[in-house]
């Protein structure tokens, strides 16, 4: 299974930050598997951010909750995330990740990674 982030790069404070991870050689749908996105600000350990599952239930980082929306694209096989109200404490490496459980910020933890993305707040 490979999975290939993509996004803006660069995003304005308070702006709304985009994101999609699309995915080959598996389906967003595969039976118990959940897609997560993960990520890792400068200097500091990965986070976990937000899931979708293969029934399409979602979950939520309670610190990013209020401000995070995850949702699948079943027809093009992608995981977006969608991050409202950006700061620069928003900025870091997002990963989209699969495996079996969510909800931990531990590579070894999922069985596929994509390379990631830099996302960069700032004016």
């Known amino acids: 299974v490979q999975l290939q982030e993509s996004g803006p790069g660069l995003v304005k404070p308070s702006q709304t930050l985009s994101l999609t991870c699309t995915v080959s050689?598996?389906?967003?749908?595969?039976?118990?598997?959940?897609w997560s996105w993960i990520r890792q600000p400068p200097g500091k350990g990965l986070e976990w951010v937000a899931a979708v599952g293969y029934s399409g239930k979602t979950y939520y980082s309670p610190s990013l909750n209020k401000r995070t929306t995850v949702s699948r694209d079943t027809s093009n096989n992608q995981i977006t995330l969608q991050l409202t109200s950006v700061t620069p404490e928003d900025t870091a490496v997002y990963f989209c990740?699969?495996?079996?459980?969510?909800?931990?910020?531990?590579?070894?933890?999922?069985?596929?990674w994509g390379q990631g993305t830099q996302v960069t707040v700032s004016s």
């Open positions: 050689g598996g389906s967003v749908t595969d039976n118990y598997y959940y």
């Open positions: 990740a699969r495996g079996r459980p969510y909800g931990s910020p531990s590579r070894d933890d999922y069985d596929d």
